[in-house]
């Protein structure tokens, strides 16, 4: 992680997570040399980033995943036979699984 960091450094990307934190060091906001690396440290399989952590923990985030599991029990209930239609695709990211597409196959209920 700390090679990425100082890539990211010297060239940063318009679409990633470290970019904006370091570019918040050079601007005044001092991080340690391992900041930037200890919000990915969040390699727990039960945490995730989404909402962050510690002193930057989202307080919307129980509302977010209630949402989330009501809107899936909904869809699974309207498609009990969904199935996939084909493998999941994944953007390349350095430091999180970004699922960018998902193709799955709709039946309804049958009855």
């Known amino acids: 992680m700390s090679d990425t960091v100082e890539e990211r450094r010297k060239r940063p990307l318009d679409n990633d997570v470290l970019t904006p934190r370091i570019q918040a060091e050079m601007q005044g906001d001092l991080l340690s040399k391992d900041d930037p690396i200890a919000a990915f440290d969040r390699r727990d399989a039960d945490a995730g980033i989404a909402f962050g952590g510690d002193t930057h923990y989202c307080i919307g985030a129980t509302l977010a995943r209630l949402e989330g599991r009501i809107a899936i ?18 953007a390349p990211h350095p430091s999180i699984r970004k699922m960018t597409s998902l193709p799955v196959r709709l039946r309804p209920a049958r009855g």
């Open 73 to 90: 029990d909904t869809l699974l209930s309207h498609f009990p036979e969904m199935e996939l239609a084909g493998p999941a695709v994944f």
